[in-house]
Nanobody, 124 residues
Framework: QVQLAESGGGLVQAGGSLRLSCAAS?????????MGWFRQAPGKEREFLAG????????RYADSVKGRFTISRDNAKNMLYLQMNSLKPEDTALYYC????????????????WGQGTQVTVSS
């Protein structure tokens, strides 16, 4: 079992930056799980943003955030991060971290554990 808790969301102006963090606890984090970041805006489906392999050597990004967002992890600290730069109003959503096995998937159902989410609001 893995517990995930996101933090770092908030209100930021367009063009600004935020760094989201996800603290993992429970089962050994480093050797077991591929991790991902997703977001969900009101009335929309949950959207894949970025994923990272268990060892951190492989990453994958959605086209909508490629070049602006960077995913990273610190297995020694059981932490996952999402650095978000050049934020746009359309980035406003509830952001989730998730843990799953195997390859980096863009499908939410392939992830087994989810945090409660942290709100990001980007003003124009």
């Amino acid at each position: 079992q893995v517990q995930l808790a996101e933090s770092g969301g908030g209100l930021v102006q367009a063009g600004g930056s935020l760094r989201l963090s996800c603290a993992a606890s429970g089962r050994r984090f480093s050797s077991s799980y591929t991790m991902g970041w997703f977001r969900q805006a009101p009335g929309k489906e949950r959207e894949f943003l970025a994923g990272i392999s268990s060892g951190g050597g492989a990453t994958r990004y959605a086209d909508s955030v490629k070049g602006r967002f960077t995913i990273s992890r610190d297995n020694a600290k059981n932490m996952l991060y999402l650095q978000m730069n050049s934020l746009k109003p359309e980035d406003t959503a509830l952001y989730y971290c998730a843990a799953g096995g195997g390859i980096i998937s863009t499908t939410p159902s392939r992830f087994d554990y989810w945090g409660q989410g942290t709100q990001v609001t980007v003003s124009s």
